[in-house]
């Protein structure tokens, strides 16, 4: 460390130099960290805005980090990744108070916590295979003999 605030005489003034760095540590937080409530604001938007339907990991992170705003190809990649962390430190089981949970396999992703069981919806059943409504003779030819 070099920056140091110097008294007239040449000695190290300790109250200005860490005045010094506290701003300057200030600034360079707000320019490179995300404040926890600003991440839960954007991930809760979100939510909102997706009728609170369960959201895949990687949609979630995309579309918050666009909801922080001031994001372009610079620091998307620095961003994404600190909202994902938060998503993912704030993820836990429906009864353990997190803010998200997460819910695996068809039907599943990220949802926020009410405090209660998510209910599973079952899939989708499978539709039979039925035959064709038309027949092949009731098709126009594609070919016709004079060709």
């Not at 604001?41 to 909102?48: C, G, L, P, S, Y």
């Not at 600190?82 to 803010?99: M, P, R, S």
């Not at 695996?104 to 039925?130: D, H, L, M, Q, S």
Request: charged share 25%; with cysteine.
């Amino acid at each position: 460390m070099e920056n140091f605030v110097r008294n007239e005489d040449g000695s190290v003034n300790i109250d200005e130099t860490v005045e010094a760095y506290r701003k300057a540590l200030i600034s360079w937080v707000d320019e490179n960290e995300i404040q926890s409530a600003k991440l839960e604001e954007a991930v809760n938007k979100v939510f909102e805005s997706s009728n609170h339907e369960k959201i895949s990991l990687s949609t979630l992170v995309g579309i918050a980090t666009h909801q922080l705003g001031n994001i372009n190809a610079d620091n998307f990649k620095k961003k994404s990744k600190q909202v994902k962390q938060f998503i993912l430190d704030n993820t836990t089981e429906e009864t353990d108070g997190g803010l998200y949970c997460a819910s695996k396999g068809v039907g599943g992703g990220y949802y926020r916590n009410t405090g209660e069981v998510a209910p599973t919806e079952p899939a989708p059943p499978i539709e039979p295979f039925t035959e064709p409504q038309t027949a092949l003779a009731d098709l126009p030819a594609l070919v016709t003999e004079d060709e």
